[in-house]
Every structure is written in structure tokens, then in C-alpha cells.
């Protein structure tokens, strides 16, 4: 009996926070052009439970917004570390996979090396269509989870 | 006080994450404030902000975290590739942004674009001008927390990026100016979906104007704030409107007319007060002589090729094939050695490229001077004296993309 109500209240808060996926406000680089255009009023991510929140404490996804660099890196990892478990990253863009057209250079850092990423997102930036995908695609692993 | 591990320093006097006091002039106490990079608006910097009560005493700004070195990779890359990387500066921007790389880059190949290209290459930096100061405006708006404008601004913003789209095939880094032309050429129906945008802006452009611009509490917010008079915008060399908010008459598209603007008719907007609010006037009615230049050109808009008849010789499949083969014909040209400079008016000011060449499909050395880093000190400077409410108001008044000042 006991497991049977642990279960249903775990089903409970996978639910709960599938649905409530908040980003704080943390651009790191150009693809937050693409970033505002979702947030817009035309794609409108608040529909799959997405709004951007002020503070990092009351957010549990992070959009890595294109290329991190190494002065960057320290903070998005600071941010991450700070919030409340359980929390997603969105890798997006060509920059945070491996660098894309800025590969090679002296002050980036692909975004696996500093947080770990549960979707990427490909383009230079991506549509912001292919966003939503990934955002859903994390929902699908927040409802597949095991506990 | 006990030092932790990284990325934690807690010692006093230590301003990397922590507030600490400092002495200010008179022996008063001041506080230094921390403002990002993470921070409830847009823009990736950290600004330490000293105050005395809430009063701004001083701003250092801290800029870098978007530096990912633009102007070293460029030397490292054949120079066809280094149009895709410069435009990457200032993404919605990016017709402007990367016009002088092209600009400078035909006169190193000795190349002369035909005029329906020139005329393409306006017509798209104007519509990338004003998209560039919708969000400017957006940004503003959900700086003050009105977002009504920002959600507005972004639908506006929209259809120039699904017209974009359609001309391109890109919503935002459209890359569409190659040396001697333009990439695509663009077909009647390209050209009717700008008229009915500009058409469909100007009507959705009044509603934005009295929902956002004509507002009481945005007029009180940016009106007198931030002011700098027209001595010290020139002595801090700021460019572009925000130049022209506190009166100093300059636009490159004026003063060293590029491609088609010297044969269209427009006004420089320029307006005195220099605050806040005149900042984000001139920006506003700029969107206004952007259209019409767009009207203007299109009226005119000759035909013929879109590329340079010495790039066409030495493909002669071009005509065929359409645009597959315009980027191979750059692999067996080679830049005159020597210097070459060009300077255009991109949306937040002048942006100027210096190119450096020894003969090899290599750019040797590439200097690329961005607006909003000429922009940045002002910035600052216009902070000081002002209540820290007012910091975001002067803060996206300046139009500050983080990308383009740090490259």
C-alpha cells in the first residue's frame, strides 16, 4: 500500500513538472534572438508550461542559447548548480554542440563539457519550431523517468 | 573570512559574486551592487554598479562573455567563410553588420556589383534595420515590464523573419551579400510579400505606437533620463541614433553614400534632447524612413544579373544553375595585397571593417569596430547620477547587444 501511494505521488510530481518547465533569464549568447521570438506571440512556449522566471531558484531548465565561452562557462555552471533539483538543459544551437562556426576558437566551450545536456537543438540559430521539438522531447523523458 | 572552492570567494573586497562595501568620497559608505550576467532582463554582461542609498555614484562595466573571437578566426579561414562568421556579431542585424566585410572585400578582388544587386543589398538592410530596432524595442519594453510591447514587437518581428524566409531561406543570419553581389536574386512574388509587409507594419506599427510609445509610464520613465548633451556624445565617440538622439548630425549613408542609397532621397532623424525617450524616437521614426527608402527602391528596381559579370565569366554555368555556383568561383580568386577599409552606417551606428591582405585566399589581419562597444562607455556614463530603477531604461535605450560590442 505504502509503495502503491509513493508511486502515484511521484507520478504525481513527474506530471507537475512536466508541465511547468521554467527557464531563468540567462543569455549567453545570440541564439536568444531566437530565444524571444519562442517566448513571442506567435510560437508562445507558455503553452507547453514554459515562462521565463526572474529568479534561478524557481526555475528548473536552463536553455543554453548558443556558445558558451570560458567566462561564460563558470556562470552557467554557477546558475545550474544553485537550482533546485530535478533540472533539465536544453542545448541550443550549433555553437553549444560542438562549436559550429566559431569551432576552433580560443574562448569556447561546448555546453557537454560544462553542464550535462538532456536535448540538443541544431541549427545556426534554430528555428524556433525546432526548440519546441526539444522541449517536448525532455517532456517525454520527464514521463518516462523511473521514479 | 574562510575561502571556498571555486567558484566561490567570499573574501571582502572581492566583487565576484558577493556585495561588498566600499569607501566613497566624504567618508560615506557605498555598496557595490553586482547586475548579472544572469539577471532578470536580456544581455549577457555584468555591470558592478557602486550606489549611495539607490542613487548610482559609479558603473564599471564588465564586458567579455560573449568574446569568441571573431577577428582571430578570420585570419585563419579561406575569406568566403569569413562572411557567415562576422555576421554572427549581431544576428537580426546581420545585412548591416557583415556590409562592410563585402564592401571591403570587392575592393580587395577588384569586383563591381550590377545595380540590381546594389539595390537587393539596401533593400535588405533597410528591412534588417528596422527588425533591428522592433527588437531593440521589444527588449525596452520588457526592460520597463511592459509586455505588451515586447509580445507585440516579437509578432512584428515575425513576419520580417518569415519574409526572410522566403527570400533566403534563413529566419535570421541571412548572409545574403556575397563580393560582387548577392546570393539570391529575388522573384515578383519576393517583392510583393515586402510590399504587403511594409503595408501590414504600417498599420500594426500605429497600434504599437499608442499602446507602447504613447504611454504615460513609458514617457515618465524614459523622459529625462540619461541624458547626454551633444559635447559629451562626441567626446565619448558614440555613433549611430544614439548620436543623432542628442543632435549631432552624421549617418554614413549620408555622408559616404554606399551602393543604392545615394540614389534615393531620405532624412537623417535627428533629435536634441538626448535622453532616454529621444534615443528611442529617433529609433522610431528611423523605422519609418527605412520604409520609405524600401518603398523607394522597390519603385525602382532595375533588372539584369545579380552578380558581377567577372564572376559570371568565370562561371559561365551560373546562369544556369542559379546560385549553386557562385561560392566556387571564389576558390581560384585571389585579394590584392594591400589594405582596404569600408565603413557603413549597421542599425546601432557605424561599424567599420579594416582588412589587411598579402595575396593568399587569407585575410591577414581583419580589424572589425562594432557600434555598441563605441556605445558602451556612454552607456555607462549615463547611468551615473540616476536612481537605480532607471538603470534598465538606460541600459536597453542604448540598444546594447552584447555580441556584437565583445565579437
Known sequence: MKTLVSQAVARLARWGTKWSLWPPHLVTACCGVEIGHIFGSVYDAERFGMLPMGSLRQSNIIIIEGTITLKMAKFVKYVYEQMPEPKYVIAMGACAIKGGVFYGSYHMVPASKVVPVHAYVSGCPPTPEAVLKAVSKVQEQIGHAEN | ?407
Open chain 2, 1 to 407: 573570512m574562510q575561502r571556498t572552492e571555486w567558484p566561490f570567494n567570499l573574501e571582502v573586497g572581492n566583487t565576484f559574486f558577493v556585495e561588498s562595501e566600499e569607501e566613497l568620497r566624504g567618508g560615506r559608505r557605498g555598496l557595490t551592487l553586482v547586475v548579472g550576467p544572469q539577471h532578470p532582463g536580456s544581455g549577457h554582461m555584468r555591470l558592478f554598479v557602486v550606489l549611495d542609498g539607490d542613487m548610482i555614484v559609479d558603473v564599471v562595466p564588465d564586458p567579455g562573455f560573449v568574446h569568441r573571437g571573431i577577428e582571430k578566426l578570420a585570419e585563419n579561414r579561406p575569406y568566403w567563410t569569413v562572411l557567415p562568421l562576422v555576421e554572427k556579431a549581431s544576428i537580426m542585424d546581420s545585412m548591416n553588420i557583415m556590409y562592410p566585410l563585402v564592401l571591403a572585400l570587392e575592393k580587395a578582388l577588384g569586383l563591381e556589383p550590377p545595380p540590381r544587386a546594389k539595390y537587393l543589398r539596401t533593400i535588405m538592410a533597410e528591412l534588417t534595420r528596422i527588425r533591428t530596432h522592433l527588437y531593440d524595442m521589444a527588449l525596452l519594453g520588457i526592460f520597463l515590464g511592459h509586455s505588451t510591447a515586447f509580445m507585440w514587437g516579437f509578432a512584428l518581428m515575425d513576419l520580417y523573419a518569415e519574409v526572410f524566409a522566403k527570400i533566403t531561406g534563413t529566419r535570421t543570419t541571412i548572409a545574403y551579400p556575397v563580393p560582387g553581389g548577392v546570393r539570391r536574386d529575388v522573384k515578383p512574388e519576393h517583392v510583393e510579400a515586402i510590399r504587403r509587409l511594409l503595408e501590414v507594419s504600417r498599420r500594426k506599427l500605429k497600434d504599437f505606437k499608442t499602446l507602447f510609445l504613447d504611454n504615460p509610464v513609458t514617457r515618465a520613465r524614459l523622459e529625462g533620463v540619461g541624458t547626454l548633451d551633444v559635447k559629451r556624445v562626441t567626446e565619448l565617440g558614440v555613433v549611430g541614433p544614439f548620436a543623432r538622439a542628442s543632435g549631432v548630425d552624421y549617418d554614413v549613408r549620408k555622408i559616404h553614400p554606399y551602393d543604392a542609397y545615394s540614389e534615393v532621397d531620405f532624412e537623417v532623424v535627428t533629435e536634441k534632447a538626448g535622453d532616454a525617450w529621444a534615443r528611442t524616437w529617433v529609433r522610431w521614426r528611423e523605422i519609418h524612413v527605412s520604409m520609405s527608402i524600401v518603398e523607394q527602391l522597390l519603385k525602382n528596381l532595375p533588372g539584369g544579373d545579380v552578380i558581377d559579370e567577372a564572376l559570371l565569366f568565370k562561371n559561365p554555368e551560373y546562369r544556369r544553375e542559379g546560385v549553386g555556383g557562385v561560392l566556387g568561383v571564389y576558390t581560384y580568386m585571389y585579394p590584392e595585397p594591400g589594405e582596404y577599409m569600408a565603413v557603413t552606417e549597421a542599425t546601432r551606428g557605424a561599424t567599420l571593417v579594416h582588412l589587411w591582405t598579402t595575396g593568399t585566399q587569407r585575410i591577414y589581419r581583419m580589424r572589425f569596430v562594432t557600434p555598441s562597444w563605441r556605445n558602451l562607455h556612454a552607456m555607462v556614463e549615463a547611468m551615473k547620477g540616476h536612481r537605480l530603477a532607471d538603470m534598465p531604461a538606460v541600459y536597453m535605450s542604448f540598444g546594447y547587444f552584447p555580441p556584437e560590442a565583445d565579437r
